[in-house]
Antibody, heavy 120, light 110 residues
Framework: QVTLTESGPALVKPTQTLTLTCTFS??????????VTWIRQPPGKALEWLAL???????SYNTSLKTRLTISKDTSKNQVVLTMSNMDPVDTGTYYC????????????WGQGTQVTVSS | QSALTQPASVSGSPGQTITISCTGI?????????VSWYQQHPGKAPKFILY???KWPSGVSNRFSGSKSGNTASLTISGLQTEDEADYYC??????????FGGGTKLTVL
């Protein structure tokens, strides 16, 4: 069974850097073509794709947020970390990670999400 | 990156058929056969329900179907059921290993 679980701070202050961890089980990020992605959702708003990392450590980012995002992986720990710098109240929302790749060009499954509030 | 365009809301009665459109541009929806659809109930994480026209994950009803014409993909739900009431999102590959979601559509089953 494939599962993903997001973790990180529930509250960050404006200008701070957010660090989120996606811990997964049931698959390996060392498997050819496997990827993990991050997606966020502001309250009451649409999903927004953020970043992706693949088994070969190639990374891709949302063009609009690229300068603020860094994605990395620790294959031995089955974890993917996303950092977002210079946080702003508009970054408040639920952050999800999901599996993709390896012949599956869709996001499945998703983690339950972690709620992040940006406020002083 | 601008979101793919979806209608904000659609509605239908139980048993009816509804369609949700997802319009992009030639560099995303129109250029790749890589559109997927997600269902999200209130307070829950999104759930993958369909890839392109006919790939469903196990446990998802074949009442959900998809199609694409030019820069527009569509999700059709036949035999509407009350449990279909949710938000629906399309997602397309947008090139250079990036992805884009639609703005979401709220489905109300009357």
């Amino acid at each position: 069974q494939v599962t993903l679980t997001e973790s990180g701070p529930a509250l960050v202050k404006p200008t701070q850097t957010l660090t989120l961890t996606c811990t997964f089980s049931g698959f390996s990020l060392s498997t050819s073509k496997m990827c993990v992605t991050w997606i966020r959702q502001p309250p009451g708003k649409a999903l927004e794709w953020l970043a992706l990392i693949d088994w070969d450590d190639d990374k891709s980012y949302n063009t609009s947020l690229k300068t603020r995002l860094t994605i990395s992986k620790d294959t031995s720990k089955n974890q993917v970390v996303l950092t977002m710098s210079n946080m702003d109240p508009v970054d408040t929302g639920t952050y999800y990670c999901a599996r993709t790749g390896a012949g599956r060009p869709w996001f499945d499954p998703w983690g339950q999400g972690t709620q992040v509030t940006v406020s002083s | 990156q601008s979101a793919l365009t979806q209608p904000a809301s659609v509605s239908g009665s139980p048993g009816q058929t509804i369609t949700i459109s997802c319009t992009g541009i030639s560099s995303d929806v129109g250029n790749y056969n890589l559109v997927s659809w997600y269902q999200q109930h209130p307070g829950k994480a999104p759930k993958f329900i369909l890839y392109e026209g006919n790939k469903w994950p196990s446990g998802v009803s074949n009442r959900f179907s998809g199609s694409k014409s030019g820069n527009t993909a569509s999700l059709t739900i036949s035999g509407l059921q009350t449990e279909d009431e949710a938000d629906y999102y399309c997602c397309s590959y947008a090139g250079n290993s990036t992805w884009m979601f639609g703005g979401g559509t709220k489905l109300t089953v009357l």
